[in-house]
């Protein structure tokens, strides 16, 4: 019944900016972490960037510190990746993970393209 969408990638120019949301049902929002990974074609998936069930702690891979902001709105069970200065490298598909101490649910994803 949990279901996860993913909006808001696109196709952006280097240095650009995208907003990436996930949209969550079926589940207790507030009493879920959230993540985003990403995957690009050959490579394996590689976590972005987590968020606490409480909201209150973040974590981030090392190679988007700094540009990229994980955020969860409890309001509208949705979370979100604000991604800025966005470089080649960041070209990938985008999915989110909801994820407690008992179980973890996937999106199907969002494609980001980032072009020089």
């Known amino acids: 019944q949990v279901q996860l969408v993913e909006s808001g990638g696109g196709l952006v120019q280097p240095g650009g900016s995208l907003r990436l949301s996930c949209a969550a049902s079926g589940l207790t929002f507030s009493a879920n972490g959230m993540s985003w990974f990403r995957q690009a074609p050959g490579k394996e998936r590689e976590l972005v960037a987590h968020i606490s069930i409480s909201g209150m702690v973040t974590n981030y891979d090392d190679s988007v510190k700094g540009r990229f902001t994980i955020t969860k709105d409890n309001t509208k069970n949705t979370a979100y990746l604000q991604m800025n200065s966005l470089k080649p490298e960041d070209t990938g598909m985008y999915f989110c993970?909801?994820?407690?101490?008992?179980?973890?649910?996937w999106g199907q994803g969002t494609q980001v393209t980032v072009y020089s």
């Open positions: 993970k909801s994820w407690n101490d008992g179980h973890t649910d």
